[in-house]
């Protein structure tokens, strides 16, 4: 019995030794400290565009097909020509019988999450072999473009 | 019988155990000061953010570095006083202004200090200014860009050290002659050796404007010709004093490593800055005729504009008494530090053997008093005795620096001693002390020069590098050292190397800058006469033999990126809009031969490369920041004929025949 008790202190007291001495490679998670601002960062985006967010109609807001075209010079015109042809990006011409308003909205203000999750956007992806860029348009900005667009598909 | 196995095998466990623990606890050199949970102190994982920024100083890089700290990782340099071929800066057209100074285009200088922006005292994150010690110069940097805003330069000034140090609520940073000289105004060509005739200090009270951040030199206040070193503003009671460390006081104009260290004390000025400003209002002030550069970044036109100043006023403490006093403090003083209270000033005497520490209440009492010790060059000299709170003995040896924590206590740096000293600042008592490696200078507590240090660290930033990394040649990075403080014992965390030389750095919590941290500028807002915003604007024009090429970039090609009609004698300004408009996706411009750095060009931006192009041929141009899949393919051609060439000039992108085709 008095052998036994020697035998646990003495594995305590060793054990004590090696704890202390082997710091360096022991994960003591209490210590530590790393604020909230630390927590992981994803990347941000707006709230994804719905369908019934939408309201298309006829005939065309002149305003909206006016600053949808100045947004277009500014911003996509590098890529997209209003003709049928491929630049970077594909051209507009029948955009708007191609696509639903709310798909293209989303890959303008949603792009990342368009080119990562949209079976229909990762084809493109696939063809152009350039990730669009999000441009930063707002939610509005976005519906000013698609008034453009169907203007140039020559509807009134 | 299993008893009996246990006792046989235990003797063996025992010499096995106590093997272990021999080896985890055998010394090894510098390392064995490493203990505990360093390595998970300090370790913060993919994907997530450091607590602290740290703003370092680089030295004779003439840049700043910011790190993250507890990792010391290094986060961004930020050009400021030196070219950066890197980011254009000091190549572009738009930011040569910004090394304009009254000496012509100076691309390099010494960033010496760092001062981070305050209101009440407490650190605010809006700005970090920096001084130019070579070329007098302060500059200030905004926070949400992380770029060079605006850099002032400082006449009636020469080796512009102590500088630039803030008031509590930024109303001034300050600059303050290390080197006597000739004031501008004045003859300068002086025989060297009537120093004490015909050379004075100066210093300098730039005003911050409380919504822009602008700098404008509010007054200048004459002085004797020591060498002003160090400074800090008075905080709280103290608010509105400011105190200057000088040594020199010899006024000696050669050899100073001896000729300077004659006396038993120098001194720290203590300056009553709002009695300075009575003094302004009331009309005591004399106008100077000078010439100094005050250079501007416009983030709307993303250009830098340099304006020559030609004024600036004077104070002279003989028109103004009770303006300056000088206080004793033993040999050849450095650092001059105020604790988060205000009421104690800390001097440290690089070759004393105490640390003295005044009392602001003691000053105050004692200028009442006229408690004086004679005057020095007609300023009276306030007696060690009445201001002095008390010495810290025997702390160790070349005392620079001292910083503060958020419990009272005092982080001193030695030189000679290489170690940090931790004392109280009420007993004056030192509490602990650790080694650095080697040969410290500066050292830095997150929020220490202010009112409400945020403690839990010290960083040393060492003047000795040595063996601490693999070996690089001779030529070495700098060395810093991170320490934990939240315990009673001070406890080495970390080593991380650090570019140019590090001097003064400060600390920040992150979350008060990275709120604000921008991410692109918008195209909307590009005010730049050169943009091109979309490609109906991109266009080549020509006037007189200047060749204006207003381009745009966005992934993955130049519009336009054929020219032709380029004839020797004309020189080439290339405008690179970058159209993007997402974080994190500048677009790079370099051309073959040109004598000239890259653009890099942020989201929304625009930048002008000059080229001058020296023979008949075709040079291509490419995008050197890695844009996309098809970043290889962002290049383009522009093809430069003989000065009587009739090639006209044209441009295009996606042409395979352009309008013209022309050889001759």
């Given amino acids: 019995m008095k052998t036994a008790k020697t035998i646990i202190l003495s594995l305590l007291a060793a054990g004590f030794v090696l704890v202390s001495c082997q710091e360096g490679v ?41 600053s949808g075209k100045s947004i277009y010079s500014v911003k996509c015109q590098s890529c997209h020509r209003l003709t049928g042809e491929k630049l970077v990006g594909p051209g507009w011409q029948e955009v708007t019988k191609r696509r639903a308003p709310v798909w293209i909205m989303n890959m303008i203000t949603n792009t990342e999450m368009m080119l990562d999750n949209d079976a229909e956007a990762r084809k493109l992806l696939e063809l152009c072999m350039v990730r669009m860029p999000n441009q930063n348009l707002t939610k509005d900005q976005a519906r000013e473009v698609i008034e453009f667009m169907r203007n140039n598909d020559g509807e009134k | 019988m299993k008893q009996v196995i246990v006792r046989s095998l235990f003797p063996v466990f025992l010499l096995f155990a106590g093997m272990a623990g021999m080896q985890g606890c055998k010394p090894k050199g510098t390392s064995s000061a490493v203990s505990g949970n360093a390595a998970s102190k300090v370790y913060v994982a993919p994907g997530k953010y450091d607590e602290f920024y740290n703003f370092v100083s680089g030295g004779f890089s003439g840049q700043m570095s910011v790190y993250g700290i507890p990792s010391g990782r290094l986060l961004r340099v930020i050009p400021v006083f030196s070219v950066d071929p890197e980011k254009g800066y000091g190549y572009s057209e738009e930011t040569k202004p910004m090394l304009n100074t009254s000496h012509g285009f100076v691309p390099w200088d010494d960033l010496h200090h760092i001062a981070l922006s305050e209101t009440d005292g407490i650190q605010d994150g809006r700005w970090v200014f920096a001084n130019g010690n070579n070329t007098p110069r302060i500059a200030r940097v905004d926070l949400k860009t992380f770029r060079t805003a605006e850099i002032i330069e400082i ?31 004045s003859n300068g060509d002086v025989p060297i050796n009537t120093y004490k005739q015909n050379f004075r200090g100066t210093l300098s009270f730039v005003a911050v404007d409380k919504t822009t951040g602008n700098m404008s030199i509010n007054f200048q206040i004459l002085l004797p010709g020591v060498n002003f070193d160090l400074a800090r503003a008075g905080k709280g009671k103290s608010h509105g004093w400011f105190f200057f460390s000088c040594y020199n006081s010899e006024r000696a104009n050669t050899l100073l490593e001896v000729n300077a260290s004659q006396k038993d004390k120098d001194f720290i ?26 250079n501007t970044y416009n983030e709307q036109t993303h250009s830098a504009t340099s304006t020559l100043e030609k004024e600036v006023v004077m104070l002279d403490p003989k028109d103004c008494p009770d303006m300056v006093y000088f206080m004793p403090c033993p040999k ?39 408690a004086y010790d004679g005057d020095y060059e007609g300023i009276p000299v306030l007696k060690y005795e009445s201001v002095l709170y008390g010495e810290v003995q025997k702390p160790g040896l070349g005392p620079l620096h001292t910083e503060f924590d958020d419990k009272g206590n005092a982080y001193t740096s030695f030189f000679v001693s290489s170690e ?41 930033y060492n003047k000795i590098t040595k063996d601490r990394y693999l070996p690089t040649g001779p030529e070495l990075a700098q060395s810093a ?17 650090t570019i140019g030389e590090p001097h003064y750095a400060e600390a920040i919590p992150a979350e008060l800058i990275m709120k604000n941290s921008q991410k692109i500028y918008k195209i909307e807002d590009n005010q730049n006469p050169y943009a091109a915003k979309g490609d109906n604007f991109a266009r080549v024009e020509r006037k007189g033999n200047e060749i204006h090429v207003y381009a745009t970039s966005i992934r993955s090609h130049f519009t336009p990126d054929n020219i032709e009609g380029v004839k020797m004698g004309d020189v080439v300004y290339f405008h690179i809009t970058n159209l993007e408009q997402d974080w994190d996706v500048p677009h790079g411009f370099a051309i073959k031969g040109a004598n000239n750095g890259e653009l890099l060009i942020m989201p929304g931006e625009t930048q002008t490369l000059k080229w001058v192009p020296e023979k008949p041929g075709v040079f291509p141009f490419y995008c050197t920041d890695f844009c996309s899949a098809l970043h290889q393919e962002m290049q383009g051609y522009i093809r430069v004929s003989a000065a009587g060439s009739s090639v006209p000039l044209s441009f295009s992108t996606g042409k395979t025949t352009p309008d013209s085709i022309t050889t001759n």
């Fill in chain 2, 332 to 370: 050849s003083p450095h650092g001059c530090d105020t604790d988060p209270t205000g009421e104690y000033i800390v001097g440290s005497g690089k070759l004393a053997a105490v640390i003295p520490v005044f009392s602001f209440t003691k000053i105050q009492a004692a200028i009442a008093a006229k």
């Fill in chain 2, 481 to 497: 050292q991170l320490y934990d403080i939240s315990g009673d014992k001070m406890k080495l965390l970390l080593d991380f190397p």
């Fill in chain 1, 26 to 66: 022991k994960k003591d998670e209490k210590e530590i400290d790393i604020s909230a601002l630390t927590s992981d960062k994803n990347e941000t985006h707006p709230p994804e565009i719905k369908a019934e967010d939408i309201t298309i109609t006829n005939p065309l807001n002149q305003a909206w097909v006016d």
């Fill in chain 2, 269 to 294: 000025l203590a300056v009553n800055w709002k009695k300075a400003e009575e003094y302004l209002k009331a009309g005591k002030g004399v106008k100077k005729a000078v010439s100094y550069a005050h």
């Fill in chain 2, 155 to 185: 006449p009636n000034s020469a080796g512009n050290h102590s500088s630039p140090f803030i008031t509590e609520n930024s109303e001034y940073v300050v600059a303050g002659t290390r080197f006597s000289i000739p004031m501008d105004n």
């Fill in chain 2, 420 to 460: 940090i000293v931790k004392w109280n600042i009420k007993d004056l008592k030192v509490l602990d002390r650790v080694p650095t490696y080697y040969s410290i200078g500066h050292l830095s507590v997150p929020g220490g020069p202010t009112k409400k240090p945020w403690g839990k660290y010290v960083i040393a």
